[in-house]
């Protein structure tokens, strides 16, 4: 077996990326990591110091003086941000609609890609994000490219935003949904597709569950696992 696992989960907002790829790494002894976690930490920086995250020159300085990292706390990995743990503070709608502008500068990209591949330098992980397979572990065994319909994607995400307090309905969301489609998709680095070789996986109407189970069927399918389950 290889000692250092790496799969790679893309996918655009609400397809349940996170969700299976922290089942994922939990089931098979790996780190989780988010890599739009550490967009969202130079996006909440741009937020709280005024910065328009439109203004690729005024992130590129941003992010030149920003010392973005994780940190391994009560079992998982948090993002970092100047030594502050932001982990909580990453997620609301406007760091969320910040993040999609950041990371269109190409300058931001390189810096956080370094990143993401040094914390896995050492051990396996399971990696989810939009450019996983196709930029920052393009040699990745296992690339799971995740989609679903908009419509659910949208629900799913209000559930989330629900869950977390924030008042919001669904329309607004879908609204949200599209929008960050469009910028993923019209990036010029690092656009948001499926890597060549990528197993496609539409979760519409599959259960977190399920999709994990194909995942883990997958790997053992390549060898990467001994029995489903099990590294």
Sequence with gaps: MPKRLIIAIDGPAG??????ARALAGRLGLTYIDSGATYRAVALKAVESGVSPDDPAAVIELVNRSKVGFVAKDG?????????????????????QAAAWVSRVPEVRQKLIALQREVAREAGVVMEGRDIGTV???????????EADPSERARRRLD?????GRRAGLSATADEIRQRDRLDAERKVSPLVPAADAVRIDSTDLSAEEV???????AADRGLIRERGTL
């Design 15 to 20: 397809a349940g990326k996170s969700t299976v």
């Design 76 to 96: 998982d990995w948090h993002v970092t941000l100047d030594g502050c743990d932001v982990t909580g503070l990453i997620r609301t709608p406007e760091v969320t």
């Design 136 to 146: 920052v572990f393009p040699d990745a065994p296992l690339k799971i490219f995740l």
């Design 160 to 164: 989330q935003e629900q869950a977390g």
């Design 212 to 218: 994990l189970e194909r995942i883990l069927s997958l």
